[in-house]
């Protein structure tokens, strides 16, 4: 069994930075891929960054990209996001998710295990 424990959400103006954090439970991600996905309200879950643990391979979402960027940090077992000028449509509730590959995936349903969520709110 996986926990992923997600931190680092709020509330910062337009154009602001946050920095989401996700820890995980397990000694060794070696052979697994993370991702962080974000949920609107009415909306469906998208992926909007993942990243394999054996290489560091990324993928950044289009809508985020230049302005959002995932990293990894292997002693720590944990993954972040660095979210930089951030827009209101940003709002969402982000999850962190692992799959137990480390070929990056798109869809949520590849993946295995899910945090609980943390949320960001974008005000203009």
């Known amino acids: 069994q996986v926990q992923l424990v997600e931190s680092g959400g709020g509330l910062v103006q337009a154009g602001g930075s946050l920095r989401l954090s996700c820890a995980g439970s397990r000694r060794n991600f070696s052979r697994f891929a993370m991702g962080w996905f974000r949920q609107a309200p009415g909306m469906e879950r998208g992926l909007v960054a993942a990243?394999?643990?054996?290489?560091?391979?990324?993928y950044v979402g289009d809508s985020v990209k230049g302005r959002f960027t995932i990293s990894k940090d292997s002693a720590k077992n944990t993954v972040y996001l660095q979210m930089n000028n951030l827009k209101p449509e940003d709002t969402a509730v982000y999850y962190c998710?692992?799959?137990?590959?480390?070929?990056?995936?798109?869809?949520?349903?590849?993946?295995?295990?899910w945090g609980q969520g943390t949320r960001v709110t974008v005000s203009s």
């Open positions: 990243i394999s643990w054996v290489d560091g391979s990324s």
């Open positions: 998710a692992a799959r137990t590959s480390p070929l990056l995936n798109l869809w949520t349903s590849d993946y295995d295990y």
